[in-house]
């Protein structure tokens, strides 16, 4: 639907105000930013540049906008119900790390790739760190369409290196390697490094969706199930070295998001990280008076602080067992899906195993819902702009998953020629990591470079990766080009 319409509908002078008291405060020309929606949204700077613009920026200097009575265009893109691939969303590939091939069919296509390594993998001697080892596993990622999440185990068959167990670290036998002494001055101080080492190399890489902190206990799980008795008990770090640990990852890795499994203290969460469990979807795999569904999620979820670390940073399940013994046993999968998303997940590993057939709709309906899912529900902006004149927009937005985005992806706008060049493009001022599920309204003002001869463009939408050199993600909008950006409008210019 497109009509005419004029700026008063939408608060046109306000945003008009607020463009022109940030324009007089820096001297740029800024993105008014969103209202915040429902969620309470908020836009950051806008794209800034020459006097002259070009594709890539907005024009710089203070910017008058359109008159009050410019008249306007509006559009309601088309909604879709297609199953869609993103970043950071969806079943993981669990195969990556352990030197599989990519999982068999029945396995749902995701984009994350999930490995472990040990620290005796990762520093094999003493301060040589095998970094080719994890830009491998990248590269193997890459080439499947993924990013990296990664965690560190300290005991894990051969975890805990021999060279730190000879500078006379403890450590006791335990039924799947060796587990260290957590609170040997030597093993922390080596650990420190390695974390800040690896943190120093790859925090806000594009490559890396996650880290999930690992570095205590069994599998790096931050329990002592691996031991018999109560032998590893001595041995496990003390609330104060917990601490400690998390912060470690909390200081190298400040441009990765983080996630903190249940079982560690809820500090991670309180300073910023997501949470994740390793045993979803059990209803009784161990026996008929406990289980994790019931007596664990649910009271993790309920904290305040754990249950709301989903909205600044990603919740990540594993599955207990795989989904085929969930099926043999008889479980509920309906209640299990639904759990999935009332504790807002972004990531699930299903170990790579296929999902059983009978079940496979009802787990696809449910992934048009895990994590972020954005439809542009309407665009009112500027129908007609001069060379080096202002372009406003206003953009209605609804997040229909159950989780935001977790990077800093910069959604951005671009004029089209018939002829597919691109003759000018922004970055708006929305941050979608605020995008919490609901609606989201954004208003951008920008600069048509003087350089944009007369004519009528396509006025496309996309969200771009992190260093804003391509589209990536999937709008749940009809219209999709090949290189994933969206018309949306058109725009005269003359």
Known sequence: MEGIMRWGRYGWAALVMATALLAACSGEIVGAGGDGGTDGGTGGDGATGGDDGGPGDAGGGDVAPPPADAPTTTVTPTAIDDLLLNPGIGFADFALGWGSPPPASGYPPGTVGYVRWTWAELEPAEGQYDFARVDDAIAAARARGETLAFRIMPCYDSSSPQWLLDKGVASVVASDGVFPDHNSPTFLSYHEQLVRAFGARYSGSLDVDHVDIGSVGCWGEWNTACCNGTECDALFPTEANQRAIIDWYLEAFPGTPLVALVGAPSYAEEQGAGWRGDCFGDYGMFGSTWNHMENSYPQAAADPVIGNAWKTAPVQFEACGVMQDWYDRGFDIDLILQKGLEWHLSVFNGKSSPVPASWRPKVDAWLKQVGYRLVLTSLTHTAKASPGGS???????????????????????????????????????????????????????????????????????????????????????????????YPASTVTVE
Do not use: C, K, M
């Open 391 to 485: 372009l406003a927009l206003h953009a209605e937005w609804e997040n229909r998953g159950v989780a935001p985005a977790y990077h800093p992806w910069p959604l951005a706008w671009r004029l089209r020629s018939a002829a597919d060049t691109v003759v000018a493009q922004w970055t708006s001022a929305a941050a979608l990591r605020t995008f919490l599920p609901g609606s989201h309204l954004v208003d951008d003002l920008v600069v048509v470079p003087a350089a944009v001869a007369p004519a009528t463009y396509s006025l496309d939408v996309a969200v771009l990766t992190e260093d804003a050199a391509q589209a990536h993600v999937r709008l749940a909008i009809a219209g999709v080009l090949t290189d994933l950006w």
